[in-house]
């Protein structure tokens, strides 16, 4: 089938409102190569996230797997971590899980205890290598980067590897990305790009100047090396990014856009999209801030991998009711 062209342009971000409000096309049932879903966010918010896999579990019965955006857990302690554990092995779950580390992994050290915040007296004895162990430990692996797989489809986690309040006092939540995965990243999205495979790129805090709130100062210094990071993921045209951290309503226009970075040959950009939260959302307040989404917020996405096409969907868990979607066209079929 002829495959639409998707828009391009020379700025560095691109929403294609038209495209991500309109349906997708139906597609055959034999032209699904997989489904998935992601959240973010939880930040202790267990009912919610038990309500998500509930969710997940009667819309998405055949999910090869859920990615998880970061901020996993309010603080990082142990028991949160644990605590997560539990509501995931009481409900339904897709068998493989992809976690992302994000910044409230790394809160415990403004806290004397757990019922005493204590900034003042930061790190309060906890080292930063404790930090990341309690993450390893949780997620099973030894690195803040991986890799799976969900159904066949490549999926990429990536993370800081620094918590920055350790090794320069007027920084906190950035993000530093080491040179080792900077060529981990760069190698594996060539690996797939040769095998003419989509890939999902999951990581906690947003690109600046991509999707809802990443134009606001709040969002724009999250990254040490952001142009570093945006040259890689610009080469290529069937790169999903999904990012968290903000919390923003997925029902803003900008939920999904196409990053299109300058001196790539990728005219096309790549997709960008918003993840949503499990806990408390929010949107622009108008002045340069944020305000509270009222109501009962609890979002996430599901996302169908066809041989032509990504079909990315938004959902209110609060509600059991589908949001939006976006279909797009994939460079290569599959």
């Known amino acids: 089938m002829e495959r639409r062209s ?8 691109l929403v294609l409102s038209g495209l991500a409000q309109a349906p997708a096309e139906a597609a055959p049932a034999s032209d699904l190569v997989t489904t998935f879903n992601v959240v973010s966010d939880i930040q202790g918010d267990l009912g919610d996230f038990a309500q998500a896999l509930q969710d997940i579990r009667a819309t998405n019965p055949n999910s090869s797997g859920l990615a998880v955006a970061g901020d996993i857990t309010p603080r990082g302690y142990d028991f949160e971590y644990a605590d997560v554990q539990k509501v995931l092995d009481r409900n339904p779950k897709p068998r493989e899980v992809a976690w992302a580390i994000g910044n409230h992994e790394f809160y415990v050290p403004k806290w004397a205890d757990p019922n005493t915040l204590a900034q003042s007296t930061w790190p309060n004895g906890t080292t930063e290598d404790s930090l990341f162990r309690s993450f390893h430990r949780f997620a099973k692996r030894s690195t803040v980067y991986a890799e799976t797989t969900f159904g066949g489809i490549p999926v990429l986690t990536l993370g800081t590897e620094r918590y920055m309040k350790y090794h320069d006092a007027s920084l906190w939540d950035e993000v530093w990305i080491s040179d080792a995965q900077f060529q981990w990243l760069e190698d594996r999205l060539q690996y797939w790009a040769r095998r003419r495979k989509p890939v999902m790129v ?36 069937d790169v999903f990014l999904f990012s968290g951290h903000t919390h923003w309503d997925l029902t803003l226009s900008d939920w999904y856009v196409r990053r299109v970075v300058p001196g790539t040959a990728n005219l096309d950009g790549f997709s960008v999209v918003n993840t949503g939260a499990v806990q408390t959302g929010f949107a622009d307040n108008g002045q340069g801030g944020e305000s509270t989404v009222p109501g009962h917020f609890n979002q996430g996405l599901q996302v169908d991998v066809y041989r032509d096409r990504v079909v990315i969907r938004a959902r209110d868990f609060a509600t059991g009711s589908w949001m939006k979607q976006v279909s797009v066209p994939l460079a290569t079929r599959i």
Request: no cysteine; hydrophobic share 30%; charged share 15%.
């Open 6 to 13: 998707l828009l391009s342009a020379t700025a560095g971000a």
């Open 202 to 237: 999951v990581t906690h805090h947003p690109l600046p100047n991509t999707v809802s709130g990443t134009r606001s100062k709040i969002y724009q210094s999250d990254y040490l090396q952001p142009d570093r990071l945006l040259g890689l993921l610009g080469r290529h045209r």
